[in-house]
């Protein structure tokens, strides 16, 4: 996704600095690449539990790439506890944790399962950046989009028939469609397909 390396120039533009992402993982080895992977471009922080990671996030935070099983406290728990304290930084769950439905009320942007290499982490970034520029109701789509395609990447096509959960997001996917159609008819048109990245194949 190196066609959004813009929306990292862009708000080094805007800020007069780069943008500040968070790194989070048990694994220090783990975080080592993560920040190699990014630190060209972003200013990067870095945390190696949960607690580590509240102790750490500030407004100045733009992304957080957030491991999901830690000591003491949970990527999950440090999530909620960052939308309690209300930031609205963008976050990608990159964890060793196979995607189930609970992760449809977990208030995540973007979801990665390791092994993910260096490619994957920039293009994740960049595309997370790109969404903060972008409205509310375009951004519970990205991430309702996100949901939708890691739980289509792990379920069967029986499995995601008979799930209430998954039928929800699916709904609500197309009603924020219709809205957004609506929004930008009198203007350029949105390829939402391309935005996001594509589910592969549902049948195991």
């Given at each position: 996704?190196g066609k959004?390396?813009t929306?990292i120039d862009?708000r080094?533009?805007?800020?007069?600095?780069?943008p500040?992402?968070?790194?989070?993982?048990?694994d220090?080895?783990?975080?080592?690449?993560?920040k190699?992977?990014?630190?060209?471009?972003?200013d990067?922080?870095?945390?190696?539990?949960?607690?580590?990671?509240?102790?750490?996030?500030?407004?100045?935070?733009?992304?957080v790439l957030?491991?999901?099983?830690?000591p003491n406290?949970t990527?999950?728990e440090?999530?909620e506890?960052?939308?309690?304290?209300?930031?609205d930084c963008?976050?990608?769950?990159?964890t060793?944790?196979?995607p189930?439905f609970?992760i449809?009320?977990m208030?995540f942007d973007?979801?990665?399962?390791?092994?993910?290499d260096?490619?994957?982490?920039?293009?994740?970034v960049e595309?997370l950046?790109?969404?903060s520029t972008y409205?509310?109701?375009?951004q519970e789509?990205?991430?309702l989009?996100?949901?939708?395609?890691?739980?289509?990447?792990?379920?069967?096509?029986e499995?995601?028939a008979?799930n209430?959960?998954?039928?929800?997001?699916q709904d609500?996917l197309?009603?924020l469609?219709?809205?957004?159609d609506?929004?930008l008819?009198?203007g350029?048109?949105?390829?939402f397909?391309?935005?996001?990245?594509?589910?592969?194949?549902?049948?195991?």
């Amino acid at each position: 996704m190196g066609k959004n390396q813009t929306a990292i120039d862009d708000r080094s533009d805007k800020r007069g600095e780069q943008p500040t992402v968070l790194v989070v993982d048990d694994d220090e080895a783990v975080v080592e690449v993560y920040k190699h992977s990014i630190d060209d471009n972003c200013d990067v922080v870095t945390a190696y539990d949960g607690e580590q990671a509240l102790e750490t996030i500030n407004e100045s935070v733009d992304v957080v790439l957030l491991d999901r099983q830690m000591p003491n406290l949970t990527g999950g728990e440090a999530l909620e506890e960052i939308r309690e304290r209300g930031y609205d930084c963008r976050v990608a769950m990159v964890t060793g944790v196979d995607p189930d439905f609970d992760i449809v009320e977990m208030p995540f942007d973007a979801y990665l399962t390791k092994p993910v290499d260096e490619e994957e982490v920039r293009d994740v970034v960049e595309e997370l950046l790109l969404l903060s520029t972008y409205d509310k109701q375009f951004q519970e789509y990205f991430r309702l989009a996100e949901k939708k395609a890691a739980l289509e990447t792990e379920k069967t096509t029986e499995e995601l028939a008979t799930n209430g959960e998954y039928a929800d997001v699916q709904d609500r996917l197309d009603e924020l469609k219709r809205e957004l159609d609506a929004l930008l008819a009198a203007g350029d048109d949105v390829d939402f397909d391309s935005a996001f990245r594509s589910p592969p194949d549902n049948d195991k």
